[in-house]
Structures are given as structure tokens and as C-alpha cells.
């Protein structure tokens, strides 16, 4: 099955009708965890915007009826009225304010969660297609616009949504007449405006992708900065950085740019519309047909509306982004991991025994169709038994254990645990039979007692509830970590770096080790377990090795032969295809290809998986 990479951005023009915004309907959810915030940020809401179209009506009360009547004292009740509306309009919009900032910040916050949990859950096909940190770069770049759109543009485009609906059924109360006219001048408004605003939109997902590229970029040539340094490769990698990076300036100007004159142009049209009718209604005002402070009302009305109308249209360009933002974070959610648990898993037989069997499993990575890395696999290991997997580099044999993790499904045939074919186990379950020790060590930037304490179980303990310090300790003793750990003045709580680069090779691989000890799965993988050691700590490590393996199924992947003679029994794989077994005195007397490869690998030199 080949897989698809997800679609980070969407960089076509689409058309921006209200259907454009319908993927923010995908946040709801998330703000209906918090009913009284949102509750509250409704009656902000309207507070501010009744208080705002109240201002209007209370200054034609002032005008008409206040200083056209000379009458001090009611001059001074209307304008009492004018400071008790001013009043409410302050503290609703500071109320608005706070509330939209809050559950913008806690709604993206969940949602950064939700997505970065989805992630972690999809299987390693899909990041072969897709890039580690392109997608986080893609995570950070949507979750800031949505919470960007949320706290300014929605909230803004919701007051002034409420704002210019009143304002338009006040501006016919007050006058049916003046308000034709407006109505009339509206699609004069807006049809420019939607226009122009496809050419922003086109060229705000441009700037998005590039920068996302800059990202991945940067983020990629940053994980291999040991690389770029051995091959004094800074200088190149800084002029690349620079051209992208200038590239992403030069679309974010134009970005910038293009917005700029829509907003020229929307507040022209919108002013140059508001004149046309003052002039007309000052007509009616000299001819008596209208109040001074009829004509101001009206015209505070159209202000308003209008100015809501051109907001709305200055917006609109950043709920779309947020729109595409939350489509694209939505796919993520709603996207189905290639590799997953059963609906109804079935259960293994406890104690497990852990014997494992492979049957006629043939195997191609998803990212290359029509390559065979596995065929015709069939073998049984029996419980408690030491297998060594052997064979030369791209024989399968590291891909023997992706498919016990299920990383992979087989692309034909079944593998079983106890009898269980894996694929029909809970996920956690059957990746809890396993302790893993990769030929390269995974190592966290964090301390060495978090890094060994990584071996929790799928029951969702904590490190510090899952492990005591004493356990840790022992762990790293069996693996002959605890003397170099010890030697650090930080002792277990040393921060080792980003990948363990404050660690030497056999350090990191030897930490990697006592995780594995730790986590004292009935299955042991051993993927060149011993690979990055000297020849003294390995022999250490191997004593220890014995103790922890015994009763243990385990699966070795080795080329040293001191490894390899104390399995019980040993496969051998060439070109994907399983051709030998026996012990090593019996492969050695057939004379084939592990015979070979034993007299190869006798050399320091042995070649690596």
C-alpha cells in the first residue's frame, strides 16, 4: 500500500464564499470545554456592540434636545447618559478582550495537543513521506494563525458583524430614505473588495509555503550540524539559508503589499460613500425635511456600518488563512494511521511465553513499491530461545524487528506471538513484549535518569511513579553505565543534549542499554546491541547480557562473533530471503554463506547492519 504525503498547505486559489470558513467549525468543540468562558465572551460581545449603536441615538438626544433647547439641565442628564454608555462600552470591551484572549490561548493549546498526540500515534510509513519538521513547522505556523484569527480577527469580525447588522437597522429606522442609498453603494463597496482580496489570499498561502520550507530547511541542516561542520559545509549551507530566507521576505512584502492597497481601497470607497451621503442628507436638514440630529445620527450609523463593513473585509483575508489552518490541522485529526489497534484486540495468554513465528511474510517499504526487502519469510523461535540474525548489510534483518513493532505491516503472510497474529493485538500490548535496543541510540535532551527512566510501559505512569531511583541505577549498572554516570558532577541528572551529544558513541549506546534492562520485557531486540563498544566494556556489557537474557526470548542482530556463538541458534538472510540456520559450529561446518561471512567478520572491520 503506498502512502500518501498529507498536504501541509494549500497554495491554489479558491474561491472565499462563506463555505471558505466553514473549517472553523472544526474549533467549536474545543471552546464549548469552557461553556462559561464562551458565555461570557457572548455577553461581552454584546454589551460592547449595544453600547456602541447606543451612542448615536444619545448624541441626537444631546443635539435635538439638549443644545438646540438651550436646556442646561437636560444638556446634562444626556450627556450623564453618554458617559453611562461610554462606561459600558469600556468595560465590555475590555471584558471581550480578556475572554477572546483566553480561550484563544487555551483553545490552541488543546489543540496543539490533540494533533501532537494524532501524530505521535501514526505509524512510520507516513514519516517517510512525510518530513519530521515540516510538519512541526507546519504545526507551529497554523496553530499561530488560528490563534491570531481567534483573538483579533474573529473577534473583531463577530463585534463588527453584530455592530453593522444594527447599524443597518437603525440607519432605516432613523431614515429610509439616506438608507436606500446605502444599500445601493454597498455592492459598489464590496465587489472590489472580494476581488482584490483572492489576490491577497493567493499570495498569503505563497509567503506560507515558502517560509515552511525555510523552516524545514533550517531545522534539517541544524539535527546534522556535525555533518555540516566535518565537511566545512557552513558557508554553503548559510548562502542557502540566506536565498530562502530572502525569498520569504521578498513574498512576504508582497503579501504585505497587496493588503496594504486593499485597505486603501476599502476605506476609500467606504469614506468617499459616507460624504455622498452627508452631502445629500445637509440638503434635507437646510429644507427641513430632517433634525440635525437626526442627519448625525444616521450618519454616526453609517460610520459605524461602513467601518464595520470595511473591517470585515480587512479581516476576511485572515479568517480564510485561519480557515485553511484549522482544514489542514483537521486533516491530521481526522487522518487514519496506516497501523493501528483492532477494534476488538484480541488478548494474549498471561504469563506470555514469547514465542514468535513468521509465515510466508513478504515485505516492501511503502516509499519504495517494487522493492522486495523481505520474501518468503518463514521461521519459528521458540520461547526463551537466543536467535541471532545474521547477514550482510540489506540482508532484512533490522527489518525483521520493524515488523515485530509493527512499524510495518507485512506486505503479505502473518506474524505471530504466542500463537496471536500481532496484527490482531492492541498496539500497547503487543509493543509491551518488547525491549528495544536500536543500532543507533535515541536519546533525549534531557537528564540521564529521564532518559533511562524512558522504558515506562503503555499503563501512562509517570517516570518518577513508573521507576524509583534505585531501579534506574541498578539498570544502568547491569549495563555498566553507573561508573561514567557517576564520573559526571551532575551525576543521573546531567543533561546530555539534543540526540545524547554530550555522550560518547559507547556511552549513548550503553544508556540505550540500560533502558532496555529497565523496562525488563519478556522479549529482548538487540539491533548491534554492543556495536559502539570497546572491547572491555563489551565484555562487561555481554556478562551482564547473560543474566538478563536468560529465560528471555531474544533476538540478536550482530556481526561480532562473540555475540553470535552464544545463540542458541542463528539465521542467516541474504537479499531479503531466509537461507540458513543452525548453530554456529553447524554453519560454520556447511560452508555456505554464513561461513563466509564468520570468516569476514573475524576482521575488526565488521561490516555494520
Known amino acids: 500500500m503506498t502512502v500518501a504525503p498529507v498536504e501541509l498547505a494549500d497554495s491554489s486559489p ?62 446634562d442628564a444626556y450627556f450623564q447618559l453618554l458617559i453611562f454608555i461610554v462606561t459600558l462600552l469600556a468595560l465590555g470591551s475590555a471584558l471581550r478582550f480578556y475572554c477572546v484572549y483566553w480561550l484563544g490561548e487555551r483553545l490552541v493549546a488543546d489543540l496543539k495537543t490533540d494533533v501532537f498526540k494524532k501524530l505521535v500515534g501514526f505509524s512510520a510509513q507516513f514519516f517517510d513521506v512525510n518530513h519530521s519538521g515540516e510538519l512541526m513547522s507546519r504545526l507551529a505556523a497554523d496553530t499561530t494563525l488560528i490563534n491570531t484569527a481567534i483573538r483579533a480577527s474573529v473577534s473583531q469580525a463577530l463585534r463588527n458583524g453584530v455592530v453593522l447588522i444594527g447599524g443597518l437597522v437603525m440607519m432605516v429606522i432613523t431614515s429610509a430614505q439616506l438608507s436606500v442609498m446605502v444599500i445601493l453603494a454597498i455592492p459598489i463597496i464590496v465587489l472590489p473588495l472580494v476581488f482584490y482580496g483572492r489576490v491577497v489570499r493567493r499570495l498569503s498561502n505563497t509567503a506560507q509555503d515558502t517560509m515552511a520550507e525555510l523552516n524545514k530547511f533550517g531545522a534539517e541542516m541544524l539535527s546534522n550540524i556535525r555533518t555540516v561542520q566535518a565537511f566545512n559545509a557552513e558557508s554553503e549551507v548559510t548562502n542557502r539559508f540566506t536565498q530562502s530566507n530572502e525569498l520569504t521576505v521578498i513574498k512576504a512584502m508582497m503579501r504585505t503589499k497587496a493588503r496594504a492597497f486593499l485597505t486603501a481601497i476599502a476605506i476609500f470607497l467606504v469614506m468617499v460613500s459616507i460624504v455622498l451621503i452627508l452631502w445629500y442628507g445637509a440638503h434635507d436638514v437646510i429644507s427641513g425635511d430632517m433634525s440635525a440630529g437626526t442627519l448625525v445620527q444616521f450618519m454616526l450609523y453609517a460610520v459605524f456600518a461602513g467601518g464595520s463593513l470595511g473591517a470585515l473585509t480587512e479581516v476576511w483575508g485572515e479568517i480564510a488563512q485561519a480557515a485553511g489552518a484549522a482544514e489542514r490541522l483537521s486533516e491530521f485529526l481526522s487522518h487514519k494511521s496506516e497501523i493501528s489497534s483492532p477494534v476488538k484486540p484480541a488478548k494474549l495468554a498471561q504469563p506470555l511465553k514469547g514465542s514468535l513465528h513468521f509465515k510466508n511474510v513478504d515485505f516492501e517499504y511503502p516509499s519504495r513499491s517494487g522493492e522486495p526487502v523481505l520474501t518468503d519469510v518463514n521461521f519459528t523461535i521458540k520461547a526463551g530461545e537466543r536467535v541471532a540474525l545474521v547477514g550482510a548489510s540489506g540482508a532484512g534483518k533490522s ?30 500490548e503487543l509493543r509491551d513484549c518488547f525491549a528495544l535496543v536500536p543500532q543507533e541510540a535515541s536519546l533525549f535532551d534531557a537528564s540521564i535518569y529521564e532518559n533511562i527512566a524512558f522504558a515506562r510501559s503503555s499503563d501512562g505512569q509517570s517516570v518518577e511513579n513508573k521507576f524509583s531511583k534505585e531501579e534506574v541505577v541498578e539498570a544502568a549498572k547491569a549495563a555498566q553505565a553507573h561508573e561514567f554516570i557517576e564520573s559526571f558532577a551532575e551525576g543521573y541528572e546531567t543533561i546530555i543534549g ?5 555522550l560518547s558513541g559507547g556511552q549513548r549506546q550503553r544508556i540505550a542499554l540500560a533502558r532496555a534492562i529497565l523496562r525488563d520485557a519478556p522479549i529482548l531486540l538487540l539491533d548491534e546491541a554492543t556495536s ?17 537474557l536468560k529465560g528471555r526470548t531474544s533476538l540478536i542482530i550482530a556481526h561480532r562473533l562473540s555475540t553470535v556463538i552464544t545463540a542458541d541458534r542463528i539465521l542467516v538472510f541474504d537479499q531479503g530471503r531466509f537461507v540458513e540456520e543452525g548453530t554456529h559450529e553447524e554453519l560454520l561446518s556447511k560452508g555456505g554463506i554464513y561461513a563466509e561471512l564468520a570468516r569476514t567478520q573475524l576482521q575488526p572491520e565488521a561490516v555494520a547492519d
Open 399 to 428: 527489518t525483521i524487528f520493524q515488523l515485530l513493532l509493527r512499524f510495518y505491516d507485512p506486505s503479505t503472510g502473518a506474524i505471530e506471538i504466542d500463537g496471536v497474529p500481532i496484527n490482531k493485538l492492541d498496539l500497547n
Open 498 to 502: 539534543e540526540g545524547g551529544q554530550g
Open 14 to 75: 479558491k474561491k472565499r464564499s462563506l463555505k471558505a470558513v466553514h473549517p472553523l467549525g472544526h474549533l467549536f468543540p474545543y471552546l464549548k470545554r469552557y461553556p462559561f468562558m464562551l458565555g461570557l465572551t457572548i455577553f461581552a460581545l454584546l454589551v460592547a456592540s449595544i453600547a456602541t449603536l447606543a451612542l448615536p441615538f444619545a448624541t441626537r438626544l444631546v443635539i435635538d434636545h439638549g443644545i438646540a433647547t438651550t436646556n442646561a439641565a437636560g444638556i
Open 532 to 548: 559502539a563498544l570497546d572491547a572491555g566494556s563489551e565484555e562487561k556489557v555481554q556478562k551482564a547480557l547473560e543474566a538478563i
